[in-house]
């Protein structure tokens, strides 16, 4: 165990102050040596993986009462093939006339406002040359990111090792010295560059792998120092990785776990009857198709598999339900698409909602109103494209998704289905409290100019905010005016601070945090893009120890964000 002969190595660094440090070359030279062997070694081992990736860019414009908002956006859905380095393949239908593969280096890299593999290229700190040739890496102390014991230091090129080098600070775990996070930019000399700051972050997978997950960039408005034009318009991106565990891997553990359990009768209905009436042959092919596409999806990354934000969801299904007398067979199931898109749509019994939706909901309430509405459109009967009971029509490159499921209704649907949404929540107890989803509603009108990326959907409908909810605590329905959130209610939180995303295997979680005081006006930012800041833990073979450890180092760490 190499590690363990450094661990009290560490101790001591840390407990001297900053300055002492370089009277310890041998010790800090060791350490750095690992950092540098550990980071080369991750670059291998991302090579044999393709996660998607996912880049959301806002525009902003400073506003003098709000401070920045939104002015404009920008979304990219692709698959990274990384064994190809920065390699990328749009899942999108349009591209928006994105050249994927003009990107020829950092020079075009800046010289080009947004290229989706400038992005992807985050996930490395330095691909060829983060060593101490290179690099001058300083310790500065230590500090926990979440339940991870971090050891941070400042990294500067040196002048000899020319343009596109990091410059920042680095978080290091401190049992294998796997780089966690990376805050600064690429360039050091160059000018541009001090405006593209990023900061990147990678989480735990478990077998001593650290994975590239979450990448916060922004830039400042960027004049031309002489002409004064404009180069550059500020913006804020959000990127996420997931879906390293897909594909063959995961196939092959399937199978082999199948044929072990060996010969257990396939046919779990033996009990009760065996035949089908016309009938219930129609809904079984129904819900086959239904099973086809959301298996189709999952397989492909672009839906969670099936976890706890799918029984929150079915939860208020169920309240909806039982409040308006309803029994539907086949029962009603919930589904969470991966991606941050607002978008919400049926497939047969099956209601799909967006992670990002789930994640800008401000509230139980709010939820019900917009599940009410897909609920209206299974009890109204709306029918999926039944051709997905047929397995060929599975069969398609997976570029082509978004061309071959297509979930949208028609305006008359929509129409019918938000009638009958309004009346299966004016039955529930979510009645009392629906002011705030009008108050969501309204808030994602006025933003919609502004974000028109974010609310274009991939595979639904958009969420319809010209939807007015008749319920008890609106007499009359608001105007435009009327309607804003008094005091401390936010009508939409940011973007993605809601549930939270394993990349290694897709399952979602809701997020624990604490309330968060009072809020000022500035603060709302709804749909707006913010800053990750994640809580790292431990996955796998390490977690007891690291959270023995965590609590006991805690006492010393001040620094914890
Ligand atoms: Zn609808």
């Known amino acids: 165990m190499r590690s363990l002969k450094i661990l009290p190595a560490i101790l001591v660094l840390s407990a001297m102050p900053v300055t002492t440090t370089a009277q310890q070359p041998t010790i800090l030279s060791e ?77 075009s890299f800046f010289s080009t406002e947004f290229v989706p593999r400038g992005f992807l290229q985050m996930i490395y700190l330095d691909m060829n040359g983060f060593d101490r040739q290179h690099y001058k890496i300083e310790y500065v102390r230590r500090e926990f990111l979440g339940e991870v014991r971090c050891l941070v230091f400042d990294v500067d090129p040196l002048p000899k090792a020319g343009k596109g080098r990091f410059v920042g600070r680095i978080w290091v775990e401190d049992q294998d010295f796997h780089i966690v996070r990376f805050n600064g930019a690429y360039g050091g000399s160059s000018l541009t560059s001090n405006y593209f700051n990023f900061d990147s972050w990678r989480v735990s997978a478990g077998k001593n792998q650290w994975l590239p997950a979450f990448i916060y960039s922004e830039q400042g408005t960027v004049r031309d120092p002489k002409t004064k034009s404009l180069r550059f318009r500020a913006f804020r991106a959000q990127t996420r990785l997931w879906g390293y565990d897909l594909g063959s891997v995961r196939e092959e553990q399937e199978l082999s776990k199948v044929l072990v359990e060996g010969p257990t009768p396939v046919n779990d209905q033996s009990e009760t009857a065996n035949d089908y009436s016309p009938f219930q042959a129609e809904r079984s092919w129904g819900r086959q198709a239904e099973d086809n596409v959301t298996e189709r999806l999952e397989r492909q990354g672009l839906m969670a598999p099936r976890g706890e934000v799918d029984k929150v969801l079915e939860t208020v299904i169920n309240n909806l339900e039982v409040t308006n007398n309803l029994d539907i067979q086949p029962e009603v199931r919930c589904r969470v698409l991966m991606t941050s898109t607002l978008e919400s749509f049926t497939l047969g019994h099956t209601i799909v909602l967006s992670r990002g939706l789930v994640d800008v909901l401000p509230d139980e309430a709010s939820l019900a109103a917009i599940l009410a509405h897909e609920l209206g459109h299974v009890v109204l009967g709306h029918r999926m494209d039944t051709q997905f009971g047929f397995f060929n029509r599975l069969r398609f490159d997976e570029k082509e998704t978004f061309r071959h499921f297509d979930f949208a209704r028609t305006p008359e649907e929509e129409q019918a289905a938000k009638q009958k949404g309004n009346e299966l929540l004016n039955n529930s107890p979510y009645k009392e409290q629906s002011g705030t989803a009008q108050f969501f509603l309204q808030a994602l009108k006025n933003r919609s100019k502004e974000i028109p990326n974010l609310i274009s959907p991939h595979l639904g409908d958009r969420v319809s905010t010209s939807w007015t909810i008749v319920a008890a605590v609106f007499s009359a329905p608001p105007s435009e005016a009327e309607a804003k959130p008094a005091g401390n209610v936010i009508a939409a939180p940011p973007l993605g601070g809601r ?59 001040d620094t914890k964000p």
């Open 499 to 557: 549930v939270k995303i394993d990349p290694w295997n897709d399952q979602l979680r809701m997020l624990k945090s604490k309330p968060v005081g009072t809020v000022a006006e500035a603060e709302k930012m709804p749909f707006e893009v913010t800053p990750f800041v994640i809580y790292l833990t431990r996955q796998g073979e390490h977690s007891a120890t690291e959270a023995a450890s965590a609590v006991s180092a805690k006492a010393d760490s």
């Open 31 to 107: 350490v750095v040596d690992k950092i540098v062997r550990q980071e080369q070694a991750e670059v291998q081992l991302l090579r044999q993986y393709s996660p998607l990736v996912e880049t959301y860019i806002q525009n902003i414009r400073a506003d003098q009462r709000l401070g920045a908002v939104p002015d404009g956006d920008k979304y990219f859905l692709g698959r990274a093939e990384l064994a190809k380095g920065v390699e990328l393949e749009p899942l999108e239908h349009d591209t928006g006339g994105v050249k994927h593969k003009v990107f020829g280096g950092w020079a």
